[in-house]
Structure formats: structure tokens, C-alpha cells
């Protein structure tokens, strides 16, 4: 499920934002197109944070959505290619 859902994040994410920030912007607050676009980019953060949060505590680093090997991600580091690979984390 996770590898899944990280093949296909980098191409729905930047599609529901967009969406999102569309009904925003066009829709006067406190209609129902502007709660909807509040909704998913909401729903959005949330699952990138749920993700970080689930790869920090399972402690085993992020698999490579092309190959599936894991790469041990290091605090405060910026790391976000496979090495093998270069792939996309």
C-alpha cells in the first residue's frame, strides 16, 4: 500500500493543491466549493505528515518507489533521491 502510495503522490498531490487553491481563491468564504478546496488541502498536509511520522517510527527508512530498497534517512539532512537508483523518496 505504501509504495503505492508514494509512486503516485509527486502526481496527485500537486493536482488536488491545485484544486484546492482554486476553490479558495474563486469561491467566496463560506460557501461550499470554498470548505471542499479547505477540506483537501487540509486532508493533503495531513497525509504528508502522517507519512513522515510513520517512516520515523518505523525506523527502517524510506523505500525506493522504482527499486523498493530502503535508504535510512539522517536528521537534518536534505536526502531525497535513491542512491541506487535516483529515484524520488
Do not use: D
Not at 24 to 38: A, D, R, S
Not at 60 to 65: A, F, L, N
Amino acid at each position: 500500500m505504501w509504495l503505492r502510495y508514494r509512486k503516485r503522490k509527486h502526481a496527485v498531490a500537486p493536482i488536488l493543491l491545485a484544486f484546492a487553491y482554486g476553490c479558495l481563491q474563486n469561491f467566496v468564504k463560506g460557501t461550499v466549493p470554498w470548505y471542499v478546496g479547505l477540506v483537501i488541502a487540509w486532508t493533503v498536509g495531513c497525509a504528508y505528515v502522517i507519512e513522515e511520522i510513520v517512516w520515523n517510527l518505523k525506523g527502517e527508512g524510506r523505500p525506493c518507489p522504482a527499486c523498493g530498497q530502503r535508504v535510512r534517512m539522517k536528521s537534518f539532512r536534505v536526502h531525497n533521491t535513491c542512491p541506487n537508483f535516483g529515484e524520488q523518496l
